[in-house]
Protein backbone atom coordinates (compact mmCIF):
# COMPACT_ATOMS: atom_id res chain seq x y z
CA UNK A 1 0.00 0.00 0.00
CA UNK A 2 3.06 2.61 0.48
CA UNK A 3 3.59 4.70 -3.07
CA UNK A 4 7.47 3.96 -2.41
CA UNK A 5 9.93 2.54 -0.40
CA UNK A 6 12.67 4.66 -0.22
CA UNK A 7 14.34 2.83 3.36
CA UNK A 8 17.61 1.13 1.78
CA UNK A 9 18.60 5.01 0.56
CA UNK A 10 19.07 6.37 4.39
CA UNK A 11 21.66 4.99 6.97
CA UNK A 12 20.78 3.70 10.54
CA UNK A 13 17.12 2.73 9.30
CA UNK A 14 17.69 -0.69 10.25
CA UNK A 15 19.67 -0.34 13.29
CA UNK A 16 18.80 -2.62 16.78
CA UNK A 17 17.80 -1.27 19.75
CA UNK A 18 16.86 -2.92 23.37
CA UNK A 19 13.74 -2.26 24.52
CA UNK A 20 12.69 -2.99 28.04
CA UNK A 21 12.23 -6.53 27.66
CA UNK A 22 15.85 -6.93 27.04
CA UNK A 23 15.25 -7.51 22.94
CA UNK A 24 16.96 -5.93 20.45
CA UNK A 25 14.42 -4.72 17.35
CA UNK A 26 14.28 -2.63 14.95
CA UNK A 27 13.79 1.59 15.68
CA UNK A 28 10.93 3.07 14.20
CA UNK A 29 11.89 6.93 13.88
CA UNK A 30 8.55 9.04 13.97
CA UNK A 31 10.43 12.14 15.53
CA UNK A 32 11.30 13.41 11.79
CA UNK A 33 10.04 17.59 12.78
CA UNK A 34 13.16 17.15 15.31
CA UNK A 35 16.16 15.71 12.66
CA UNK A 36 15.83 13.57 10.00
CA UNK A 37 18.23 10.76 9.04
CA UNK A 38 21.07 11.31 6.36
CA UNK A 39 21.47 9.56 2.94
CA UNK A 40 23.72 7.02 2.15
CA UNK A 41 25.29 8.75 -0.49
CA UNK A 42 26.39 11.48 1.44
CA UNK A 43 28.54 9.25 3.40
CA UNK A 44 29.91 7.64 -0.18
CA UNK A 45 30.51 11.51 -1.02
CA UNK A 46 31.84 12.44 2.43
CA UNK A 47 34.29 9.47 2.32
CA UNK A 48 35.64 10.46 -0.83
CA UNK A 49 35.95 14.10 0.59
CA UNK A 50 38.03 12.98 3.90
CA UNK A 51 41.03 12.83 1.21
CA UNK A 52 41.16 16.39 0.58
CA UNK A 53 39.99 17.40 4.02
CA UNK A 54 41.45 20.89 4.30
CA UNK A 55 40.06 24.70 5.42
CA UNK A 56 38.17 26.80 2.65
CA UNK A 57 39.33 30.18 1.83
CA UNK A 58 43.05 31.33 0.69
CA UNK A 59 45.01 28.10 1.13
CA UNK A 60 47.47 27.70 -1.51
CA UNK A 61 47.26 24.09 -1.89
CA UNK A 62 45.60 21.66 -4.48
CA UNK A 63 43.15 20.43 -1.05
CA UNK A 64 42.00 23.86 -0.03
CA UNK A 65 41.11 24.98 -3.60
CA UNK A 66 39.23 21.62 -4.08
CA UNK A 67 37.55 22.78 -0.60
CA UNK A 68 36.71 26.04 -1.78
CA UNK A 69 35.20 25.13 -5.21
CA UNK A 70 33.19 22.75 -3.82
CA UNK A 71 31.84 25.41 -0.77
CA UNK A 72 31.13 28.19 -2.99
CA UNK A 73 29.31 26.20 -5.78
CA UNK A 74 27.12 24.54 -3.06
CA UNK A 75 25.58 27.96 -3.16
CA UNK A 76 24.76 27.96 -6.64
CA UNK A 77 23.57 24.49 -6.01
CA UNK A 78 21.02 25.66 -2.84
CA UNK A 79 20.00 28.90 -5.22
CA UNK A 80 19.06 25.91 -8.07
CA UNK A 81 16.75 24.09 -5.12
CA UNK A 82 14.67 26.71 -4.92
CA UNK A 83 14.99 27.75 -8.71
CA UNK A 84 16.86 31.26 -8.22
CA UNK A 85 20.04 30.17 -9.58
CA UNK A 86 19.68 33.49 -12.61
CA UNK A 87 19.06 35.91 -9.88
CA UNK A 88 21.84 37.67 -8.61
CA UNK A 89 19.77 39.79 -6.16
CA UNK A 90 20.16 36.38 -4.02
CA UNK A 91 22.38 35.04 -1.71
CA UNK A 92 22.95 32.08 0.48
CA UNK A 93 24.48 32.44 3.84
CA UNK A 94 25.82 29.57 6.36
CA UNK A 95 25.11 29.31 9.64
CA UNK A 96 24.82 26.60 12.48
CA UNK A 97 20.68 25.90 12.02
CA UNK A 98 17.62 28.05 11.51
CA UNK A 99 17.76 29.36 15.43
CA UNK A 100 21.75 30.64 14.62
CA UNK A 101 20.40 32.11 10.58
CA UNK A 102 17.47 33.44 12.27
CA UNK A 103 19.49 34.98 15.15
CA UNK A 104 22.09 36.44 12.09
CA UNK A 105 18.78 37.57 10.01
CA UNK A 106 17.17 39.45 12.69
CA UNK A 107 20.46 41.31 13.75
CA UNK A 108 20.91 42.81 10.37
CA UNK A 109 17.04 43.41 9.56
CA UNK A 110 16.48 45.22 12.39
CA UNK A 111 18.09 48.69 13.45
CA UNK A 112 15.82 49.75 16.44
CA UNK A 113 14.11 48.14 19.45
CA UNK A 114 11.42 50.41 18.57
CA UNK A 115 11.07 48.72 14.98
CA UNK A 116 8.12 46.33 14.41
CA UNK A 117 8.08 42.53 13.62
CA UNK A 118 5.05 41.09 12.79
CA UNK A 119 5.14 37.04 13.65
CA UNK A 120 2.43 34.66 14.59
CA UNK A 121 1.37 32.31 17.84
CA UNK A 122 2.74 29.73 16.12
CA UNK A 123 6.18 30.04 15.79
CA UNK A 124 8.86 27.65 16.81
CA UNK A 125 10.95 29.95 19.63
CA UNK A 126 13.83 30.22 17.02
CA UNK A 127 11.44 32.08 15.18
CA UNK A 128 10.05 34.27 18.05
CA UNK A 129 12.91 35.09 20.60
CA UNK A 130 15.71 36.35 17.99
CA UNK A 131 12.88 38.61 16.84
CA UNK A 132 11.99 40.02 20.67
CA UNK A 133 15.89 40.71 21.34
CA UNK A 134 15.85 43.29 19.18
CA UNK A 135 12.72 44.96 18.09
CA UNK A 136 9.33 44.85 19.04
CA UNK A 137 7.34 42.08 18.07
CA UNK A 138 3.44 42.03 17.40
CA UNK A 139 1.86 38.64 17.21
CA UNK A 140 -0.57 37.40 14.65
CA UNK A 141 -3.22 35.02 16.79
CA UNK A 142 -4.29 31.59 16.04
CA UNK A 143 -8.17 30.31 15.71
CA UNK A 144 -9.22 27.23 18.09
CA UNK A 145 -7.95 24.81 15.98
CA UNK A 146 -4.68 26.24 15.92
CA UNK A 147 -5.07 28.07 12.45
CA UNK A 148 -3.56 31.60 12.07
CA UNK A 149 -6.33 34.63 11.43
CA UNK A 150 -5.11 35.47 8.09
CA UNK A 151 -6.79 38.81 8.07
CA UNK A 152 -4.65 39.48 11.12
CA UNK A 153 -1.64 40.49 9.31
CA UNK A 154 -3.40 43.11 7.37
CA UNK A 155 -4.91 44.40 10.20
CA UNK A 156 -1.29 44.63 12.35
CA UNK A 157 0.41 45.91 9.12
CA UNK A 158 -2.04 48.87 8.50
CA UNK A 159 -2.05 49.71 12.12
CA UNK A 160 2.12 49.72 12.21
CA UNK A 161 2.45 50.78 9.23
CA UNK A 162 6.04 53.10 8.65
CA UNK A 163 7.38 51.29 11.70
CA UNK A 164 7.17 47.58 10.46
CA UNK A 165 10.55 46.38 8.77
CA UNK A 166 9.80 42.74 9.03
CA UNK A 167 6.57 39.77 8.73
CA UNK A 168 7.90 36.23 9.58
CA UNK A 169 5.89 33.41 9.51
CA UNK A 170 6.63 29.79 9.50
CA UNK A 171 6.38 27.92 6.10
CA UNK A 172 4.70 24.88 7.97
CA UNK A 173 4.08 24.42 11.89
CA UNK A 174 6.11 21.51 13.69
CA UNK A 175 3.37 21.39 16.03
CA UNK A 176 0.21 21.13 13.64
CA UNK A 177 2.04 20.71 10.34
CA UNK A 178 -0.36 23.49 8.40
CA UNK A 179 1.06 25.18 5.85
CA UNK A 180 0.91 28.76 5.74
CA UNK A 181 0.02 30.92 3.07
CA UNK A 182 3.54 32.56 2.19
CA UNK A 183 2.58 34.23 -0.86
CA UNK A 184 -0.65 35.96 0.69
CA UNK A 185 1.76 37.40 3.96
CA UNK A 186 4.05 38.32 1.72
CA UNK A 187 1.98 40.06 -0.59
CA UNK A 188 1.25 42.16 2.59
CA UNK A 189 4.24 42.78 3.87
CA UNK A 190 5.66 44.18 0.54
CA UNK A 191 1.95 46.44 0.30
CA UNK A 192 3.19 48.03 3.75
CA UNK A 193 6.93 48.09 2.83
CA UNK A 194 8.31 45.39 5.09
CA UNK A 195 10.19 42.26 4.31
CA UNK A 196 9.10 38.87 4.43
CA UNK A 197 11.05 36.18 5.93
CA UNK A 198 10.15 32.71 5.79
CA UNK A 199 11.07 30.04 8.69
CA UNK A 200 11.26 26.90 6.33
CA UNK A 201 12.94 24.61 8.37
CA UNK A 202 9.48 22.39 8.75
CA UNK A 203 8.19 23.44 5.12
CA UNK A 204 11.72 22.72 3.08
CA UNK A 205 12.56 19.72 3.62
CA UNK A 206 8.94 18.31 2.48
CA UNK A 207 7.21 20.65 -0.20
CA UNK A 208 8.57 22.32 -3.07
CA UNK A 209 9.40 25.85 -3.03
CA UNK A 210 9.48 27.46 -5.65
CA UNK A 211 11.78 31.52 -4.99
CA UNK A 212 11.42 32.39 -8.33
CA UNK A 213 7.94 34.15 -8.61
CA UNK A 214 5.72 33.03 -10.76
CA UNK A 215 2.64 34.93 -11.59
CA UNK A 216 0.58 36.05 -8.86
CA UNK A 217 3.44 34.87 -6.08
CA UNK A 218 4.88 37.49 -4.15
CA UNK A 219 8.42 37.29 -3.11
CA UNK A 220 9.61 35.54 -0.81
CA UNK A 221 12.81 37.78 0.68
CA UNK A 222 14.37 35.01 3.40
CA UNK A 223 14.10 31.42 3.52
CA UNK A 224 15.83 29.85 6.43
CA UNK A 225 15.82 26.19 7.05
CA UNK A 226 18.06 23.21 9.10
CA UNK A 227 20.45 20.86 7.00
CA UNK A 228 19.56 18.28 9.95
CA UNK A 229 16.11 18.17 9.11
CA UNK A 230 16.77 18.22 5.68
CA UNK A 231 18.48 14.16 5.64
CA UNK A 232 22.30 15.89 6.00
CA UNK A 233 24.34 16.45 9.17
CA UNK A 234 23.87 18.50 12.19
CA UNK A 235 25.54 21.68 12.26
CA UNK A 236 24.53 23.87 8.99
CA UNK A 237 21.93 26.20 8.71
CA UNK A 238 21.13 28.16 5.32
CA UNK A 239 19.30 32.13 4.56
CA UNK A 240 18.76 32.46 1.27
CA UNK A 241 17.63 35.59 0.67
CA UNK A 242 18.48 39.26 -0.49
CA UNK A 243 21.70 40.53 -0.46
CA UNK A 244 21.34 44.47 -0.07
CA UNK A 245 20.66 44.77 3.57
CA UNK A 246 24.04 42.47 4.23
CA UNK A 247 25.70 45.05 2.11
CA UNK A 248 24.63 48.00 3.89
CA UNK A 249 24.91 46.69 7.52
CA UNK A 250 28.30 45.83 9.44
CA UNK A 251 28.43 42.47 9.89
CA UNK A 252 26.69 40.65 12.79
CA UNK A 253 28.88 37.42 12.56
CA UNK A 254 32.72 39.33 12.64
CA UNK A 255 35.77 37.61 12.54
CA UNK A 256 38.07 35.81 10.60
CA UNK A 257 37.10 35.61 6.62
CA UNK A 258 34.56 39.08 6.80
CA UNK A 259 37.02 41.36 6.02
CA UNK A 260 38.75 42.89 3.07
CA UNK A 261 41.19 45.26 5.86
CA UNK A 262 41.62 45.82 9.20
CA UNK A 263 42.89 49.47 10.43
CA UNK A 264 43.99 50.03 13.66
CA UNK A 265 40.55 51.65 13.76
CA UNK A 266 38.80 50.71 10.44
CA UNK A 267 37.41 47.96 8.92
CA UNK A 268 36.48 47.22 5.43
CA UNK A 269 34.23 44.51 5.15
CA UNK A 270 34.07 41.57 2.73
CA UNK A 271 30.79 41.60 0.52
CA UNK A 272 27.94 39.00 1.61
CA UNK A 273 27.89 36.17 2.09
CA UNK A 274 31.64 35.94 3.33
CA UNK A 275 31.09 39.04 5.61
CA UNK A 276 29.13 37.48 7.55
CA UNK A 277 30.26 33.91 7.46
CA UNK A 278 32.77 34.48 10.14
CA UNK A 279 35.52 31.54 11.49
CA UNK A 280 36.31 28.32 9.67
CA UNK A 281 33.06 27.30 7.60
CA UNK A 282 31.71 23.70 7.85
CA UNK A 283 32.44 22.28 4.25
CA UNK A 284 31.92 18.85 5.66
CA UNK A 285 27.98 19.85 6.41
CA UNK A 286 27.48 22.11 2.91
CA UNK A 287 28.74 19.03 0.93
CA UNK A 288 26.65 16.64 2.53
CA UNK A 289 23.42 19.35 1.91
CA UNK A 290 24.30 19.17 -1.81
CA UNK A 291 23.95 15.66 -1.46
CA UNK A 292 21.18 15.56 0.24
CA UNK A 293 19.28 17.79 -2.65
CA UNK A 294 20.59 15.73 -4.98
CA UNK A 295 18.75 12.61 -3.34
CA UNK A 296 15.45 14.73 -2.54
CA UNK A 297 15.00 15.90 -6.13
CA UNK A 298 15.75 11.77 -7.16
CA UNK A 299 12.93 10.73 -4.91
CA UNK A 300 10.82 13.82 -6.31
CA UNK A 301 8.71 16.22 -3.94
CA UNK A 302 5.45 14.94 -5.83
CA UNK A 303 6.20 11.30 -4.44
CA UNK A 304 7.61 12.32 -0.80
CA UNK A 305 4.23 14.27 -0.28
CA UNK A 306 2.15 11.28 -1.15
CA UNK A 307 3.88 8.87 0.83
CA UNK A 308 3.66 11.13 3.97
CA UNK A 309 -0.06 12.18 3.23
CA UNK A 310 -0.78 8.66 3.51
CA UNK A 311 0.56 7.58 6.55
CA UNK A 312 -0.42 10.85 7.98
CA UNK A 313 -4.14 10.59 6.77
CA UNK A 314 -3.90 6.08 7.45
CA UNK A 315 -2.71 7.09 11.09
CA UNK A 316 -5.38 10.08 11.47
CA UNK A 317 -7.74 7.77 10.36
CA UNK A 318 -7.19 4.83 12.88
CA UNK A 319 -6.34 7.12 16.10
CA UNK A 320 -9.68 8.94 15.45
CA UNK A 321 -11.74 5.59 15.99
CA UNK A 322 -9.90 4.89 19.30
CA UNK A 323 -11.44 6.15 22.39
CA UNK A 324 -10.08 8.47 24.62
CA UNK A 325 -7.83 10.19 22.43
CA UNK A 326 -7.83 13.98 21.63
CA UNK A 327 -6.45 15.35 18.30
CA UNK A 328 -4.22 18.70 17.87
CA UNK A 329 -5.08 19.35 14.76
CA UNK A 330 -8.13 19.81 11.83
CA UNK A 331 -8.46 16.35 10.64
CA UNK A 332 -9.93 17.46 7.56
CA UNK A 333 -6.85 19.78 6.32
CA UNK A 334 -5.44 18.07 3.38
CA UNK A 335 -2.52 21.39 3.26
CA UNK A 336 -0.90 20.17 5.87
CA UNK A 337 2.83 17.94 6.64
CA UNK A 338 2.45 14.44 8.73
CA UNK A 339 2.71 15.93 12.34
CA UNK A 340 0.45 14.70 13.91
CA UNK A 341 0.09 16.09 17.86
CA UNK A 342 -2.15 13.88 20.36
CA UNK A 343 -2.95 12.97 23.66
CA UNK A 344 -4.85 10.31 25.49
CA UNK A 345 -7.31 11.89 28.25
CA UNK A 346 -6.05 11.21 31.43
CA UNK A 347 -2.64 10.09 30.97
CA UNK A 348 0.02 12.28 31.09
CA UNK A 349 1.96 12.97 27.58
CA UNK A 350 5.20 11.52 29.18
CA UNK A 351 4.37 8.39 30.40
CA UNK A 352 2.96 7.19 26.86
CA UNK A 353 6.32 8.95 25.17
CA UNK A 354 8.24 6.81 27.03
CA UNK A 355 6.03 3.91 26.64
CA UNK A 356 6.61 3.77 23.06
CA UNK A 357 10.77 4.98 23.40
CA UNK A 358 11.19 2.14 26.39
CA UNK A 359 8.69 -0.68 25.36
CA UNK A 360 8.59 -0.34 21.86
CA UNK A 361 11.47 1.21 20.49
CA UNK A 362 9.27 3.93 18.72
CA UNK A 363 11.19 7.39 18.55
CA UNK A 364 8.30 10.02 19.25
CA UNK A 365 8.89 13.14 20.99
CA UNK A 366 6.19 14.59 23.73
CA UNK A 367 6.42 18.20 25.45
CA UNK A 368 5.72 21.79 23.64
CA UNK A 369 8.28 21.32 20.94
CA UNK A 370 9.88 24.46 21.48
CA UNK A 371 7.05 26.20 20.56
CA UNK A 372 5.08 27.13 24.09
CA UNK A 373 3.17 29.79 23.65
CA UNK A 374 1.40 27.71 20.56
CA UNK A 375 0.87 24.55 22.29
CA UNK A 376 -0.55 26.76 24.91
CA UNK A 377 -3.09 28.29 22.99
CA UNK A 378 -4.46 24.22 21.53
CA UNK A 379 -4.28 23.08 25.10
CA UNK A 380 -6.48 25.74 26.27
CA UNK A 381 -3.86 26.89 29.08
CA UNK A 382 -3.84 30.62 30.30
CA UNK A 383 -0.10 31.78 29.45
CA UNK A 384 0.16 33.32 33.10
CA UNK A 385 -0.79 29.54 34.59
CA UNK A 386 2.55 28.40 33.49
CA UNK A 387 4.86 31.04 34.92
CA UNK A 388 4.71 28.70 38.22
CA UNK A 389 6.89 25.83 36.34
CA UNK A 390 10.24 28.18 36.45
CA UNK A 391 9.88 28.74 39.89
CA UNK A 392 8.52 24.89 41.19
CA UNK A 393 10.61 21.94 39.19
CA UNK A 394 7.63 19.04 40.89
CA UNK A 395 5.34 20.32 38.81
CA UNK A 396 4.64 18.65 35.99
CA UNK A 397 4.56 21.05 32.36
CA UNK A 398 1.90 20.63 29.74
CA UNK A 399 2.19 18.72 26.22
CA UNK A 400 1.03 17.09 23.47
CA UNK A 401 2.88 13.69 22.04
CA UNK A 402 3.65 13.57 18.30
CA UNK A 403 4.52 11.32 15.57
CA UNK A 404 6.24 13.02 12.64
CA UNK A 405 6.25 11.17 8.90
CA UNK A 406 9.32 11.18 6.38
CA UNK A 407 8.99 9.48 3.14
CA UNK A 408 10.89 6.65 4.27
CA UNK A 409 8.34 5.28 6.65
CA UNK A 410 5.57 3.10 6.15
CA UNK A 411 2.11 1.59 6.75
CA UNK A 412 3.46 -1.14 8.40
CA UNK A 413 5.41 1.23 11.19
CA UNK A 414 2.23 3.04 11.52
CA UNK A 415 -0.02 0.30 12.28
CA UNK A 416 2.65 -1.14 14.73
CA UNK A 417 2.57 2.20 16.35
CA UNK A 418 -1.12 2.12 16.55
CA UNK A 419 -1.27 -1.45 17.90
CA UNK A 420 1.51 -0.08 20.77
CA UNK A 421 -0.60 2.85 21.90
CA UNK A 422 -4.14 0.29 21.79
CA UNK A 423 -1.83 -1.94 23.76
CA UNK A 424 -1.24 1.14 26.05
CA UNK A 425 -4.52 2.32 26.61
CA UNK A 426 -5.60 -1.58 27.38
CA UNK A 427 -2.90 -1.74 29.92
CA UNK A 428 -3.75 1.47 31.42
CA UNK A 429 -7.80 0.61 31.82
N1 LIG B 1 11.65 26.47 13.28
C1 LIG B 1 10.89 25.37 13.23
C2 LIG B 1 9.52 25.45 12.62
C3 LIG B 1 11.38 24.17 13.72
O1 LIG B 1 10.62 23.07 13.67
C4 LIG B 1 12.69 24.13 14.27
C5 LIG B 1 13.25 22.86 14.85
N2 LIG B 1 12.37 22.13 15.64
C6 LIG B 1 13.43 25.31 14.29
C7 LIG B 1 12.89 26.46 13.79
C8 LIG B 1 14.81 25.37 14.87
O2 LIG B 1 15.68 24.60 14.13
P1 LIG B 1 17.16 24.33 14.67
O3 LIG B 1 16.99 23.59 15.95
O4 LIG B 1 17.78 23.48 13.62
O5 LIG B 1 17.81 25.63 14.85
Not at 198 to 210: S, T, W
Not at 216 to 228: N, P, Q, T, W
Not at 255 to 282: A, C, M, S, Y
Request: charged share 25%.
Amino acid sequence: KDIINCKDLFVGLDTLVPNTNGENVRYINFDNAATTPPFKEELKVLENYMNYYSSIGRGNGYKAKISTEIYEESRNRVKKFFNIDNNDSYTVIYGMNTTGCMNLLANTLIDDKKDIIIATRMEHHSNDLPWRRVGTVKYVEVDEKGKLKLDQFETLAKKYAGKLKVITVSGASNVTGYINDINYVARIAHKYGAMMVVDGAQLVPHRKINLNKKNFEEEIDYLVFSAHKMYAPFGTGVIVGKKTPFIKKDSSMPGGGTVDIVGHDRVFWLDPPEKVEGGTQNIVGVLALMISMDEVEKIGFDLMEKQESLLRDHFTDEIKAMKNIKLYYDTDEKNRLGVCGFNIEGIYHEVLAEYLGKDCSIGIRDGCFCAQPYVKKILGIRDQDTFVLAYDKTLKSPGIVRVSFAPYNTISEVDYCLECINRFISKKR
